[in-house]
Each structure stands twice: as C-alpha cells, then as structure tokens.
C-alpha cells in the first residue's frame, strides 16, 4: 500500500513532465522556443518536438500570408487636391527571431507597418497630381510604395508581398462641390438642349405652315382652273344648245329661273300680268313646222 501510495504521485509526476516537454509545431505556424525570454531555437518544419518543462517556453508564429488593413489616410496631391487612400497590404513573417525581437507580436507588427504604409503613401502620392492617382500610372506609385515599405520592414523579419489601394475618394466637402458643380453643368445643358429644341420645333412649324399654304394655294389654282375649264365646256355646251333650238333654251332658262325663285315656297313677287318673266305661263304654241 505505501508503495502504490509513492508511486502513483511518480507517476502523475512524469506525465506532466511528458505533457510539458511536448509540443507540436502545425503546417501553418513557426516556433521560437525561449528560456527565459532568450530565445534558443527556431523551428521552421513541422512535427513533434520537446522542451525542457517549466524552464522553457514556446512562441508560435504564423509563416502563412497575412492581410492587413490600414486606416483610411488623407493624402495631398502635388496640385493640393486633396483625396482618402484607403489601402490594404498582405504580408508574410520570414524571420522569426528578427520578428520576435523587433516587435515581439503580430499586433504590435501590425501597428507598426500600418504607420509605414500610410507614410508611404503621403510620401510618394504627395509627389504626384491628382490625375495621376486617378489614372493607369497608379500601379508603377504603387510598386514605389511597396518597394518603399519592404525595405523598412525587412528591419522586423516581415516580407511584404503586395501593397494595393481598396479605395480612393475626394473628401465630403470637395465630393458635395463636385456634385453640386455637375448638377449645375448639367442644368445649363439640359437648358441649352431645350432651347435648341423649341428653336428647332419653332422652324419646323413655320416650315410646315408655309408647305400647307403653298399646297393649298397650289389646290385653289388648280380648283379655279377646273372649274374656269368647266364653266367654259358648260357656257359651250349651252350655246351650241341656243344655236340648235333658241326657243327651247329660253324656256330652258325660264324653268331654272322659276325653280329658284319659288324654291322656298313662301316667295312673294309683285309683278305685272304681261311680264316677260310670265311669259310661258300662257298657251304654248307649238313651233311651225
């Protein structure tokens, strides 16, 4: 019994000596392995390894690309426009030890290029027109503000793989300018399309109105000689009926008369018995053979 009671404490003893004296570095992570804050070994590869329990102590860091976003950051260009860079950057720890005794975390890391990266930015797009930014050139500052950016944070054990602009904007003030710039310039052009269009409907009106009084006038010629032709067949075919049966045209003539005179049928006329206008009212004689 006192030797199951010694032994079982020995027991729990090197298994917690085990279980401290093993870790495993994954696919994704780095090792710095410290004894006493003073780092001894750095391992790169993957697998099981061992420390010495309770002296030592392990730091894991990750050796896969890493994305960092910057605060958006106000930039001057050379021509004093101003613009907000918001910019991202994707970096990659490439020596641990440097990394750990230069910044000692990712967080502190991360601060630290956030401030370089957006000094950068001021330093080479400050030197540029807002045109420029604005433009295909863009890429070649950005390849100046990367290069730029890997050279300090080589000083951390950090490799920038890309530095790249998410997004860039005027200020609200110089936006709400802008806009207000546009909306008038497209109201003077809105007013300008209009006139030109009353102008254009004005001539065309005039145009049809002076085509509809030449076609008409064109019409009533046209109409005053038809019916000028056709009086003249008509006042022929009359005539040669009065040369044919002068008699019969008279009376011919006296009919279409009466017929207008009595058309209404309330006409009064006050005329002497033997007028001419009476004159077939009487005893036709038939004409002699």
Not at 248 to 263: C, E, I, T, V
Request: cysteine-free; overall charge positive.
């Amino acid at each position: 019994m006192k030797a199951g009671k010694i032994l079982i404490p020995i027991l729990i003893l090197i298994a917690a000596t085990i279980f401290f004296s093993v870790f495993v570095v994954k696919e994704v992570n780095q090792a710095i392995v410290l004894q006493f804050g003073d780092p001894k070994r750095i391992l790169l590869k993957p697998g099981l390894n061992f420390k010495i329990p309770f002296i030592q102590n392990v730091v894991f860091l990750d050796k896969r690309i890493l994305n960092l976003d910057t605060p958006p950051e106000e930039v001057i260009a050379s021509d004093q426009k101003r613009l907000i860079v918001d910019a991202f950057a994707r970096f990659q720890i490439v020596d641990p030890l440097k990394f750990y005794i230069s910044v000692g975390n990712e967080r502190v890391a991360r601060s630290r290029l956030s401030t370089i990266i957006n000094s950068r930015i001021r330093n080479v797009l400050g030197q540029q027109e807002l045109q420029t930014l604005l433009s295909q050139d863009r890429t070649k500052q950005m390849a100046l503000i990367q290069e730029g950016v890997n050279n300090e944070a080589e000083n951390f054990g950090i490799k920038i793989v890309d530095v790249r602009i998410k997004r860039a904007d005027l200020p609200q003030a110089n936006s709400d300018a802008i806009f207000r710039r546009m909306q008038t310039e497209r109201e003077r052009e809105a007013k300008e399309f209009r006139a030109k269009g009353a102008e254009m409907a004005v001539t065309i009106t005039s145009t049809a109105d002076k085509e509809v009084t030449v076609i008409l006038a064109d019409a009533q010629k046209q109409s005053e000689i038809m019916k000028g032709e056709g009086d003249g067949k008509r006042n022929k075919i009359f005539a040669d009926a009065f040369g044919q049966d002068p008699e019969f045209f008279a009376f011919y003539r006296s009919m279409q008369a009466y017929g207008k005179a009595f058309n209404a049928g309330e006409t009064s006329m006050i005329l002497s018995p033997d007028s001419e206008f009476f004159k077939f009212f009487g005893n036709i004689k038939p004409k002699s053979e």
